[in-house]
């Protein structure tokens, strides 16, 4: 699998380190050792995360695109914002899921990502200086047609 690692910078500041690769059939198993050391000891969380993703989509031979995003540790202010505005997590996710880079662009994926937003919107909670967010993303094309779906994880900061 080729990895491509890309930054997004989405409301306020918030950093996302973006991963993006495809998983052919062949490949499956290299979820389960996917180094993301950006998820810290969380990392196990997010594989397992990943292989179910993976095993939703029913990609049987066809690519998986993968978008793993996983935020920097929020700030005080970034996570008193965070708290405010309720919705703004769905926008941080949907905005770096919609970013333009090839070859994972298309032109519906900005009405897939308003979708995802308010699937997001559900997961919403008080957020604090030194949680990391995660959002999982796969899409397949092909079979019966385009599908997507999404996983996403708050990680507390659990340090004094």
């Known amino acids: ?32 050792n996917l180094c993301v050391l950006e998820a810290g000891a969380s990392a196990n969380e997010v594989r397992d995360r990943l292989v179910e993703l993976y095993e939703k ?11 793993v995003a996983i935020s920097k540790p929020l700030t005080r202010q970034q996570a008193d ?31 897939v990502g308003a979708t995802v937003g308010l699937i997001t919107k559900s997961i919403v909670r008080s957020y604090h200086a030194g949680d990391v967010v995660i959002g999982l993303e796969a899409q397949v094309d092909g079979g019966i047609g385009p599908q997507r779906s999404m996983s996403a994880i708050v990680i507390p900061f659990l340090g004094g």
Do not use: W
């Open 81 to 111: 914002l965070l708290n405010e505005r309720g919705t703004i997590i769905a926008l941080l996710l949907t905005g770096l899921f919609n970013a333009p880079i090839h070859p994972f662009s298309k032109p519906a994926a900005r009405v």
């Open 1 to 32: 699998m080729d990895l491509e690692r890309t930054q997004y910078i989405g409301h306020y500041g918030v950093t996302f380190t973006v991963i993006r690769f495809i998983v052919l059939p062949a490949n499956r198993q290299a979820l389960a």
């Open 57 to 67: 989509m029913l990609a049987r031979d066809l690519p998986c695109k993968l978008t």
